[in-house]
């Protein structure tokens, strides 16, 4: 398996990767959600929003790959305050359970430390039962919850990065 950072060319296998990942989540979180997110991504200003978020120094996108096939990806942004927040990370369902997504968190961590990074944060659903086994397994602590838009209740984690 290799980890990497993207470049421009390698923005249609993210998305598609993307893509994957949140079809799979049909089912899991409330359709409305995953529909608006798979929508919403299959969009061209979607594709021209990744374009420019792979040029921008303070964004995170990551790609892994097994026999150049994109599996997974982890997608965040380096923030003013001096910390790191992951927006998403995801496996396709033929590559989970296999270490992928645990790699590809490790290696978010790793870059984001690179880059003075005092802390990773994110928030998930807490349905989502295997992303937040990996969270905790990884030393992720819960600081409390938040609503995303679409009323679901999320909990909001965090890594000290410094440690």
């Not at 799979?24 to 594709?47: C, M, N, T, W």
Request: charged letters at 25%; glycine letters at 8%; aromatic letters at 8%.
């Amino acid at each position: 398996m290799n980890i990497r950072l993207i470049n421009q060319e390698d923005v249609q296998d993210f998305i598609g990767c993307y893509l994957e990942i949140w079809r799979s989540l049909k089912g899991i979180l409330p359709d409305r959600y995953v529909d608006d997110q798979i929508k919403r991504a299959s969009s061209k200003e979607f594709h021209l929003k990744m374009i420019n978020e792979v040029s921008d120094p303070v964004n995170l996108l990551m790609l892994a790959t097994e026999r150049a096939e994109a599996v997974g990806v982890a997608w965040g942004s380096h923030r003013e305050d001096g910390s790191t927040w992951l927006t998403f990370l995801g496996v396709k369902p033929a590559h989970r359970r296999k270490g992928v997504g645990r790699a590809l968190l490790a290696r978010f961590i790793e870059e984001s430390r690179s880059r003075g990074s005092n802390k990773v944060s994110l928030d998930t659903d807490p349905r989502l039962i295997p992303a937040v086994r990996l969270y905790e397994s990884t030393g992720f602590v819960v600081e409390g919850t938040a609503e995303n838009p679409y009323g679901l209740q999320l909990v909001v984690y965090s890594l000290d990065t410094t440690i």
